[in-house]
Every structure is written in structure tokens, then in C-alpha cells.
T-cell receptor, first 115, second 115 residues
Framework: DTGVSQNPRHKITKRGQNVTFRCDPISEHNRLYWYRQTLGQGPEFLTYFQNEAQLEKSRLLSDRFSAERPKGSFSTLEIQRTEQGDSAMYLC?????????????FGPGTRLTVL | AQSVTQPDIHITVSEGASLELRCNYSYGATPYLFWYVQSPGQGLQLLLKYFSGDTLVQGIKGFEAEFKRSQSSFNLRKPSVHWSDAAEYFCAVGARSGGYNKLIFGAGTRLAVHP
């Protein structure tokens, strides 16, 4: 069990550019979550996948954001036309359905800075 | 609406002193409750969780938490704090929907430990 991994760990981009983050969940976990954490706040839910199906999206996820989980393994989160307000830590978590009340295990996060 | 309140933004304790971090939640049904810890620039590590049964739960690193339904609280405690416990602590409630948990976090409590 290698834990949840996320890449890159840090991303600095200019406003208007597109960025993509990757999350690799714990190998046997079929559920995957994305959260966003701004400075001084707790994480906020963005979206949820069960296997490859995206089953819920928060209203925080504007149409500039898209997430995928092809084949139910790794997931990507893309932000198009980045804005300074997108600067945050993006956290990925995974869990196994039916185990331990859906306990989520988090990755180290990707810190995005939009200049 | 579901919510989590952590009334203390910052707490400072001396090494070896006892610790209690407060957490109050608002949730219509029996809650799934979690405490996570976050070191600077890192992801979230699960300390402990409550689903049902014994209202006093033990976690890693010597932490424990007590679920009190009448007070809608899930306070985190440690009898003797170590310098390495300095971090940010987040309480979360699992807002169950369709069988999965969408975590709702408090704003966090930052713990500083004096030698």
C-alpha cells in the first residue's frame, strides 16, 4: 500500500493558462474524491468518482474545471483559463466502498499558484 | 445544512501538557465523524474516526476523541503533548449521500507547542 500520490506537488502558472493535475489512488480503492483548500480554511468538496463514473460535482466546480477518471484508476483535474482565485491546494482522496464507513485517505496535495 | 465548527483558531500549549481541541457539528442523522491532522505543506493524515458504538474512540499518536450526541460535539484530546504534535487539526463530518461520504470540514485549529 503506497498511499495516494499526486503530481505535481507544486504548480506555478500565469493567469489564463491551462493546468492539469494527476491523482493516483490507493490501488484497490474504487472511490476517488477531489477537494480544494484555500489558505486558512478547511478542504471543500469538489467532485466524487465511483470507479470511472463522476457521480457528484460541487457548485464550486465551474465550467472551467473538468475531472476524469478513465478506467477507474488514476484521475486528472484540469483547470482551463486559470484565474488568480484558483490559487489553492488541490487534494485528492480515495476510499474503498463498504469498508470502514468510506474512510478517505488523502494524498499530499498539489499547490497551485496563479500569477 | 451540515456544518462543522472549530471554535479555536489557534491554541498554544506547553510540551507535556494536556490538550483538548473542540469540534461541534450540525448533521441531521447519526454522523460519521473524523479528525485529520495536516503538517505544513502536506496532505491530511487520519487520526481517528467514529461511526457507531463506543463513544470514546482511540486513534494514532496517542489521541482520543469522545462523541457526545447531546452536545453535538466530537472533541479531540491528548494527555501529554509532544513538540511533534504542532500542526493544524481538522474535524470533519461525513455527509452521506448515495452511500458515500462527502466530507465537510471545519476551518481547523492550529496547534503550537512550546518547549
Amino acid at each position: 500500500d503506497t498511499g495516494v500520490s499526486q503530481n505535481p506537488r507544486h504548480k506555478i502558472t500565469k493567469r489564463g493558462q491551462n493546468v492539469t493535475f494527476r491523482c493516483d489512488p490507493i490501488s484497490e480503492h474504487n472511490r476517488l474524491y477531489w477537494y480544494r483548500q484555500t489558505l486558512g480554511q478547511g478542504p471543500e468538496f469538489l467532485t466524487y468518482f465511483q470507479n470511472e463514473a463522476q457521480l457528484e460535482k460541487s457548485r464550486l466546480l465551474s465550467d472551467r474545471f473538468s475531472a476524469e477518471r478513465p478506467k477507474g484508476s488514476f484521475s486528472t483535474l484540469e483547470i482551463q483559463r486559470t484565474e488568480q482565485g484558483d490559487s489553492a491546494m488541490y487534494l485528492c482522496a480515495s476510499s474503498l466502498a463498504g469498508q470502514g464507513g468510506d474512510t478517505q485517505y488523502f494524498g499530499p496535495g498539489t499547490r497551485l499558484t496563479v500569477l | 445544512a451540515q456544518s462543522v465548527t472549530q471554535p479555536d483558531i489557534h491554541i498554544t500549549v506547553s510540551e507535556g501538557a494536556s490538550l483538548e481541541l473542540r469540534c461541534n457539528y450540525s448533521y441531521g442523522a447519526t454522523p460519521y465523524l473524523f479528525w485529520y491532522v495536516q503538517s505544513p505543506g502536506q496532505g491530511l493524515q487520519l487520526l481517528l474516526k467514529y461511526f457507531s458504538g463506543d463513544t470514546l474512540v482511540q486513534g494514532i499518536k496517542g489521541f482520543e476523541a469522545e462523541f457526545k450526541r447531546s452536545q453535538s460535539s466530537f472533541n479531540l484530546r491528548k494527555p501529554s503533548v509532544h513538540w511533534s504534535d504542532a500542526a493544524e487539526y481538522f474535524c470533519a463530518v461525513g455527509a452521506r449521500s448515495g452511500g458515500y461520504n462527502k466530507l465537510i470540514f471545519g476551518a481547523g485549529t492550529r496547534l503550537a507547542v512550546h518547549p
